[in-house]
């Protein structure tokens, strides 16, 4: 399996532009996440869907932050506009329902200038 | 609210010798899962180890294993025969067993293997 494939893998864009990262989980798993890290807060949930249903978005910082999941193997994280502090690496992960390990992705290194 | 907490930043070992990174939790949970991750340079978080909390018996793969005290929360890694390849950030993290699935990640460990 090719594993949780992430694009792209670095971006740089300007403050107030909209900034779409996209995710495929592994082929079968039903429970797909997004996590950010920064140095200031480490790694953090921002949402995570189980058979493509949003359960938990309590981390997902704003308005500005949207997360889809329209199909079992694809996902988007939307931010719109884009700040200065949203310059973070952002993963996808992905599990099987019964089975305890999450797979990351290599992750989006997002810069805002 | 689980927490999971990583007290040293930085560690360093000498190539083949045997190192352990400690880790700390928090929660009212009676059962869960908790992991270690390693992040080399490349970024990637690769999965290094899994514990259930029901499994008295400590987890073990390969030059990797898990000292698991369910009483006093403590879930600490050994590496057996540091390599090269082993340096890298580490991560501990929580998940419950049933209900939300979503990791807790500790603060992590930056660990440099002295050649």
């Known amino acids: 399996d090719a594993g949780v494939i992430q694009s792209p893998r670095h971006e740089v864009t300007e403050m107030g532009q909209e900034v779409t990262l996209r995710c495929k989980p592994i082929s079968g798993h039903n429970s797909l996440f997004w996590y950010r890290q920064t140095m200031m807060r480490g790694l953090e949930l921002l949402i995570y869907?189980?058979?493509?249903?949003?359960?938990?978005d309590s981390g997902m910082p704003e308005d500005r932050f949207s997360a889809k999941m329209p199909n079992a193997s694809f996902s988007t994280l939307k931010i719109q506009p884009s700040e200065p502090r949203d310059s973070a690496v952002y993963f996808c992960?992905?599990?099987?329902?019964?089975?305890?390990?999450?797979?990351f992705g290599q992750g989006t290194r997002l810069t805002v200038v | 609210a689980q927490t999971v907490t990583q007290s040293q930043p930085e560690m360093s070992v000498q190539e083949a010798e045997t190192v352990t990174l400690s880790c700390t939790y928090d929660t009212s949970e009676s059962d869960y899962y908790l992991f270690w991750y390693k992040q080399p340079p490349s970024r990637q978080m690769i999965l290094v180890i899994r514990?259930?909390?029901?499994?008295?018996q400590n987890a073990t793969e390969n030059r990797f294993s898990v000292n698991f005290q369910k009483a006093a929360k403590s879930f600490s890694l050994k590496i057996s025969d540091s390599q090269l390849g082993d340096a890298a950030m580490y991560f501990c993290a929580y998940r419950r067993a049933f209900g939300n699935e979503k990791l807790t990640f500790g603060t992590g460990t930056r660990l440099t293997i002295i050649p």
């Open positions: 869907f189980n058979n493509n249903v949003p359960i938990d």
């Open positions: 514990q259930e909390a029901y499994k008295q």
């Open positions: 992960a992905s599990s099987l329902r019964g089975r305890a390990e999450a797979f």
